[in-house]
């Protein structure tokens, strides 16, 4: 079977590819590269090489999804060497809270547009298997109880916005063509970690928004202190809440999710991916600290703005329906996120 990654080369997209592979996919990439190096996949490729499982083939294409005539090509080109494109992992997107406030018709543009555009472009080649990478972020605000799929969406930024809105019209497709479509909406909630080679791992540009490739870089030395945002939040030590999961386990949290797809009739789901377990910024910090033996500079700073307190998943829906449970430790996410961190002091 054949499965189009869109945003392939990413973080999450390249553990998933990895995975992917693994499982016995053959895979096609589209990534522009705007916020990622083809080098992820030349390192994807090298960890499959040094397995023992069959080979599976990685084509890698350079192109914005906005552009239908690269896509066609490559649903074309799969059509040709006899293997049909049978559902898509669509990664590819801008995920700035930060920079969708500043730009948001860009985030519009580039999220929403260039699904419209794949959408389209799949529909023509008869293809109507999707996984996309939705947010915890459309919740929009902190629940004390763990947040359930079926809890109101009131996202507070233009990026959750797009991810909502991306959610329904896939919803759209799957109500009005006659069931035809098979749709999975992942509303990720905070992947960090790496793939424990330490060859591919999270590798954003600029400095980094998210927690944890902020921590990595002041214990490498690259930046000067952790700025905590916040410690009076409503939570058991002042600091945020969230739950993160190893990024491996999100990746095969999309392999059973396409395989689920695969193997049942159309439908349209949306499921939480996380733990169900919530770690504040100190219990992180803490953690990161005792696992790789380091000290972190850290001060508390003002809360961030849209910040919310407290972001955990409940995950009942995934584990009943996909017997998918998170297998690796916050301990394990911190040393596989550090080693990526060593072995490559300047990312890819
Ligand atoms: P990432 O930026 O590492 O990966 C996104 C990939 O898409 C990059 O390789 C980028 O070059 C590519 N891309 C972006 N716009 C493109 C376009 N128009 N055409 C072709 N390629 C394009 O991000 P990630 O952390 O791997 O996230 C993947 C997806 O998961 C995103 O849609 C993101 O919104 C969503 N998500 C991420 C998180 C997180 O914490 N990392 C949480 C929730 C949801
Ligand atoms: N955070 C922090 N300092 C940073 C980045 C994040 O204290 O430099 C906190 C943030 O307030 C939140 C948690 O860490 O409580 C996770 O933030 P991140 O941006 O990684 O994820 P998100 O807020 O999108 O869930």
Not at 7 to 28: K, M, P, Q, R, W
Not at 180 to 190: D, I, P
Request: proline share 4%; hydrophobic share 35%; glycine share 8%.
């Amino acid at each position: 079977m054949s499965i189009l990654v869109t945003g392939g080369a990413g973080f999450i997209g390249s553990h998933t590819c990895l995975n992917l592979l693994e499982s016995g996919y053959d895979v096609f990439v589209l990534d522009s590269f705007v916020n990622s190096s083809p080098e992820s996949l030349a390192r994807v490729k090298s960890i499959c090489e040094k397995d023992k499982k069959p080979k599976r083939d990685l084509h890698v294409f350079k192109g914005d999804l906005r552009n239908a005539s690269i896509l066609k090509d490559i649903f074309t080109k799969a059509n040709e060497i006899n293997k049909k494109i049978d559902g898509v992992i669509h990664f590819a997107g801008l995920k700035s809270v930060k920079e969708s406030v500043e730009k948001p018709i860009l985030y519009w543009d580039a999220n929403v547009g260039s699904t419209i555009n794949l959408l389209n472009v799949m529909q023509s080649f008869d293809c109507s298997t999707i996984v996309f990478s939705s947010s915890a972020t459309i919740y929009g605000r902190s629940s004390k109880t763990k947040l359930k799929e079926n809890f109101k969406l009131k996202p507070i930024n233009p990026y959750g916005s797009t991810k909502m809105v991306i959610e329904k019209l896939l919803n759209d497709l799957f109500v009005n063509y006659s069931g035809s479509w098979r749709v999975a909406n992942l509303r990720y909630f905070n992947p960090i970690g790496a793939h424990e080679s330490g060859l591919i791992g999270e590798n954003p540009k600029g400095i980094p928004n998210n927690i944890f490739p902020f921590l990595t870089n002041v214990a490498a030395g690259n930046l000067e202190e952790l700025r905590i945002f916040g410690k009076n939040w409503p939570t058991i030590d002042g600091t945020g809440e969230r739950d993160y999961v190893h990024v491996m386990d999100l990746a095969e949290g999309h392999v059973k999710t396409l395989e689920f797809l695969i193997n049942n009739g159309p439908q349209c789901l949306s499921m939480n991916l996380g733990t169900g377990k919530g770690t504040s910024v100190l219990q992180l910090l803490n953690i990161f600290e005792e696992s790789n033996s380091l000290k972190i500079p850290h001060t508390f700073v003002e809360r961030r703005s849209g910040d919310v307190a407290r972001l955990v998943a409940d995950n009942s829906l995934l584990k009943s329906l996909l017997n998918w449970y998170p297998k690796r430790t916050l301990n394990q996410m911190c040393k596989d996120g550090w080693r990526w961190q060593v072995n490559n002091p300047r990312g890819y």
